[in-house]
């Protein structure tokens, strides 16, 4: 079965420093995708960066990247040079191979705040 | 640029009322999703429809029905709503991407449904 675990229920990061959101995934497959989403207080979610597992470059979106390490199945976002605007929920998901590409799984979140 | 839009947006009903949450893109997708997010569980996957006139059960589908009778909307249904169906009803549509798997999903603004 398919899995996403965020181990960081909350996290806190000082304005302007870099913050690292940790995810790991299980799965046997060898060929899947790894998403992060931000939820602002105001509840939309906002698609912010993907990684394919065949990716062989890090993936980078503006202040976002992912370092992604699939010997280790993990896929965690970092954030440089924080802003108040960041604070927020962060979600990783996994979406599976083609036979079960339907499925995107999510992990519990990380609720991020960034002090001034 | 409506994207994915969901009716109502807030409901508070009684136990054992039923109602309808509906969702609309207008995107093309094939695929669309109903999840629900509780605190700290991250979303769940109820039910997700791979094109027209069909559906398929997620994680959490005990409670719910769906409806896809046209490809741009997903209905989610509440028979006999309970308590324990208090929570935030996310909406979301994908397509399959490039790639097979880059597609993110878009999602609606979130229902909050209250079960008294």
């Known amino acids: 079965a398919q899995k996403i675990t965020q181990t960081q229920p909350g996290m806190f990061v000082q304005e302007k420093e870099a913050v690292t959101l940790d995810c790991t995934y299980d799965t046997s497959d060898p060929s899947y995708g790894l998403f992060w989403y931000k939820q602002p207080s105001s509840g939309e979610m906002i698609f912010l960066i993907y990684q394919g597992s065949y990716d062989q470059q890090n993936a980078t979106e503006g202040r976002y990247s992912l370092n992604f390490q699939k010997a280790r199945k993990s896929a965690n976002l970092v954030i440089s040079a924080s802003q108040l605007g960041d604070s927020a929920m962060y979600f990783c998901?996994?979406?599976?191979?083609?036979?079960?590409?339907?499925?995107?799984?999510f992990g519990s979140g990380t609720k991020l705040n960034v002090k001034p | 640029n409506a994207g994915v839009t969901q009716t109502p947006k807030f409901r508070v009903l009684k136990t054992g009322q039923s109602m309808t949450l509906l969702c609309a893109q207008d995107m093309n997708h094939e695929y669309m999703y109903w999840y629900r997010q509780d605190p700290g569980m991250g979303l769940r996957l109820i039910h997700y429809s791979v094109g027209e006139g069909t559906t398929a059960k997620g994680e959490v589908p005990d409670g719910y029905n769906v409806s896809r009778l046209k490809k741009q909307n997903f209905l989610l249904g509440l028979e006999s709503a309970a308590p324990s169906q208090t929570s935030v009803y996310f909406c979301a549509s994908s397509s399959l991407g490039e790639r097979w798997n880059t597609g993110e999903l878009f999602f609606g603004e979130g229902s909050r449904l209250t079960v008294l």
């Open positions: 998901a996994m979406r599976p191979p083609r036979y079960n590409f339907n499925k995107f799984y």
